[in-house]
């Protein structure tokens, strides 16, 4: 099962939004609504964002967003504050019965 | 307060073998599925394996053969046993509650393997 493919960084100024691409397949993004996302704060456990493409878990800023559509799923973040410069992965749930990993996005707040 | 403890991590010899163990307060292992999921030093996240609240286990292809999952319902708590260790299967491993096919929530705080000799 290969990797899902995100970008390697993005970057914005406070204040800004900006979005996180996740590209798989018909086998993995596209066929199922099981996309998550996790922040990885340097050193630390990946933290759930966004599950089942677009709910938000308790306790996550509504500047957190996520969507899908084909084979691409997208982490939108809003109002950019300077905590949520972080590394971000989405996964997906694949046909095989497996779960796969984007290569991961660092996000770098100017 | 819902919490996993990851332990058994450590140094080993490639072709070694070696047990991790992943303790969990406030829920029911056995009630969940449960995912095992490792990172490189400063690589990505990988998905190792998965046990299903039935019982049913599934493994990433680069495992598969020398991983095995399993759960202690008694201890509520879940094992990788990790045989044959190859020098790229260091990383920090995660455990990770399953609440639904990829939604990893929450995640133990790691513990590192090293194959080295």
């Known amino acids: 099962q290969s990797a899902l493919t995100q970008p390697a960084s993005v970057s914005g100024s406070p204040g800004q939004s900006i979005t996180i691409s996740c590209t798989g397949t018909s086998s993995d993004v596209g066929g199922y609504n099981y996309v998550s996302w996790y922040q990885q704060h340097p050193g630390k456990a990946p933290k759930l964002m966004i599950y089942e493409v677009s709910n938000r878990p308790s306790g996550v800023s509504n500047r957190f967003s996520g969507s899908k559509s084909g084979n691409t799923a997208s982490l939108t973040i809003s109002g950019l504050q300077a905590e949520d410069e972080a590394d971000y992965y989405c996964s997906s749930y694949t046909s095989s019965s497996s779960v796969v990993f984007g290569g991961g996005t660092k996000l770098t707040v100017l | 307060e819902v919490q996993l403890v990851e332990s058994g991590g450590g140094l080993i010899q490639p072709g070694g073998s070696l047990r991790l163990s992943c303790a969990a307060s406030g829920f029911t292992v056995s009630s969940n599925y449960m995912s095992w999921v490792r990172q490189a030093p400063g690589k990505g996240l990988e998905w190792v394996s998965v046990?299903?609240?039935?019982?049913?286990?599934y493994y990433a292809d680069s495992v598969k053969g020398r991983f095995t999952i399993s759960r202690d319902n008694s201890k509520n708590t879940l094992y990788l046993q990790m045989n044959s260790l190859r020098a790229e299967d260091t990383a920090v491993y995660y455990c990770?509650?399953?609440?639904?096919?990829?939604?990893?929530?929450?995640w133990g705080q790691g513990t590192l393997v090293t194959v080295s000799s």
């Open positions: 990770a509650r399953d609440l639904l096919l990829g939604w990893f929530d929450p």
């Open positions: 046990i299903y609240s039935g019982g049913s286990t």
